[in-house]
């Protein structure tokens, strides 16, 4: 082996694993884990109504009361752990302080999504940001139905199954 083809494998393995250490970590949730891991973990762990898995690729976990605003969505690509989404109670002073804290952790948002859809009952406004961090992109969602709010922070990792940031 040449002198100078060590250090570059040593440089390219460190990058990797460096890389696969960006990725994102919530509570004890990390992505890259197993589908079935999750799931094990929802159960024993973590005390919600309801554990649904609504597709091959997702796990839905929920509390019935809507008060307690409790809601997470686990999304897979090929079984492991790719994105998640947790809801957070929605207010105006939530979505500014959560914004002015990513704004200092990474610095201006990488993308910003506005948009008015035509809902069943009425309109539907999404206002989003998503910020780049290495090779996953965090994000801030506020939904405005006719009838109510909706807040959530998501999560998402570079995959194979789906463009990032999801909307």
């Known amino acids: 082996m ?16 460096a890389s696969s250490a960006a990725a994102f970590e919530i509570a004890e949730f990390k992505s890259g884990m197993a589908q079935n891991e999750i799931k094990t973990l929802l159960l024993a762990n973590w005390n919600f109504d309801r554990v649904l898995e609504p ?11 809507p008060s ?32 002015g804290n ?10 910003v999504y506005s948009n008015t859809h035509v809902v069943s009952n009425g309109e539907k406004a999404v206002f989003a940001l998503f910020w780049k961090n290495n090779l996953e992109y965090v994000g801030v969602k506020y939904i405005v139905l006719p009838n109510n709010e909706q807040m959530s922070l998501s999560f998402d990792s570079n995959n194979l199954c789906y463009s990032t940031p999801r909307m």
Do not use: H, M, W
């Open 2 to 17: 040449s002198p100078l083809r060590a250090p570059l494998i040593a440089f390219l393995f460190t990058l990797v694993f």
């Open 55 to 65: 597709s091959d690729d997702v796990i839905l976990a929920y509390d019935n009361d």
């Open 68 to 99: 307690i605003a409790r809601r997470y969505q686990f999304r897979f690509c090929k079984g492991k752990l790719v994105g998640f989404e947790q809801d957070v109670r929605p207010s105006l002073k939530s979505l500014i302080i959560t914004v």
């Open 102 to 111: 990513y704004n200092q952790q990474y610095g201006q948002p990488n993308r």
